[in-house]
């Protein structure tokens, strides 16, 4: 009798979770957690106003659920979720404690850890099942979060080879070289390029290129992938 329960309230575990994840709740909180760390706390920050706190303990909950939910095996589970335990600590640490030494380290693990997240999120939106608004959601989540992923790259590439970047206006400190590389990483990615900021060096030009060259392919392949889903759907029933 108690297995049975177990198992009763092991599937209604399931159900919720893949009601978060796979369906709307999830993937929308998701992508408008994105939308306003983007859009409003990188501002608000460079402004000086404190606001990313909130933001990381909000990104770092839906991350360890992510990898809790979809990641296979225990192992692959706890160093997902030390990765991402450490890549905040480290951040907060890097704010009050700014120097270029611990940026590099924290530079590789949000990389790590926005490419860990992205994979997540796909993995999510790819589900077997009906194509949703929410997986719609979804693309567009790990769309933002490979433009937030390549940003850190540019600044280990600029704190390792300094002029890697030619900025328009010099960055004043490791905070607003953050700010303007999250902001030529998307104008990389939509391949807007204002020119305010441009790579100098080889390397930084190389992952530019790479950076442009996804942000091309990544909605078409994303969207064809949709599209076969729902048509397959369709044709099940």
Same mark, same amino acid.
């Given at each position: 009798?108690?297995? #049975?329960?177990?198992?009763? *309230?092991?599937?209604?575990?399931?159900?919720?979770?893949? /009601? +978060?994840?796979?369906?709307?709740?999830?993937?929308?909180?998701?992508?408008?957690?994105?939308?306003?760390?983007?859009?409003?706390?990188?501002?608000?920050?460079?402004?000086?106003?404190?606001?990313?706190? *909130?933001?990381?303990?909000?990104?770092?909950?839906?991350?360890?659920?992510?990898?809790?939910?979809?990641?296979?095996?225990?192992?692959?589970?706890?160093?997902?979720?030390?990765?991402?335990?450490?890549?905040?600590?480290?951040?907060?640490?890097? @704010?009050?404690? !700014? #120097?270029?030494?611990? /940026?590099? =380290?924290?530079?590789?693990?949000?990389?790590?850890?926005?490419?860990?997240?992205?994979?997540?999120?796909?993995?999510?939106?790819?589900?077997?099942?009906?194509?949703?608004?929410?997986?719609?959601?979804?693309?567009?989540? &790990? %769309?933002?979060?490979?433009?937030?992923?390549?940003?850190?790259? %540019?600044?280990?590439?600029?704190?390792?080879? $300094?002029?890697?970047? /030619?900025?328009?206006?010099? !960055?004043?400190?490791?905070?607003?070289?953050?700010?303007? =590389?999250? %902001?030529?990483?998307?104008?990389?990615?939509?391949?807007?390029? +204002? #020119?305010?900021?441009?790579?100098?060096? $080889? +390397?930084?030009?190389?992952?530019?290129?790479?950076?442009?060259?996804? #942000?091309?392919?990544? !909605? &078409? @392949?994303?969207?064809? &992938?949709?599209?076969?889903? &729902?048509?397959?759907?369709?044709?099940?029933?």
């Amino acid at each position: 009798m108690k297995n #049975g329960t177990d198992g009763a *309230v092991g599937n209604q575990r399931q159900e919720i979770e893949e /009601h +978060f994840w796979s369906r709307q709740l999830g993937l929308t909180l998701v992508t408008a957690s994105l939308v306003v760390f983007i859009f409003l706390i990188v501002p608000m920050q460079k402004a000086g106003l404190p606001a990313r706190m *909130v933001f990381d303990l909000m990104i770092v909950t839906l991350m360890i659920w992510g990898v809790i939910d979809v990641s296979v095996g225990r192992v692959t589970t706890a160093i997902a979720i030390v990765v991402v335990l450490a890549t905040v600590v480290v951040l907060w640490i890097s @704010i009050e404690y !700014p #120097g270029a030494g611990l /940026h590099k =380290l924290t530079c590789v693990l949000l990389v790590t850890a926005r490419l860990m997240f992205a994979r997540i999120v796909l993995l999510v939106v790819f589900r077997r099942g009906t194509v949703t608004w929410g997986r719609v959601q979804g693309g567009v989540a &790990a %769309y933002l979060l490979l433009g937030m992923a390549w940003a850190p790259a %540019y600044e280990l590439v600029e704190l390792i080879m $300094p002029g890697s970047f /030619h900025f328009a206006m010099a !960055p004043a400190t490791l905070s607003d070289l953050s700010t303007k =590389l999250m %902001y030529f990483s998307f104008s990389t990615l939509t391949t807007v390029g +204002f #020119g305010d900021v441009t790579a100098v060096e $080889p +390397f930084a030009r190389s992952l530019t290129i790479a950076e442009a060259v996804v #942000g091309q392919l990544f !909605p &078409a @392949i994303l969207i064809g &992938a949709l599209v076969g889903m &729902a048509m397959q759907a369709r044709e099940k029933v």
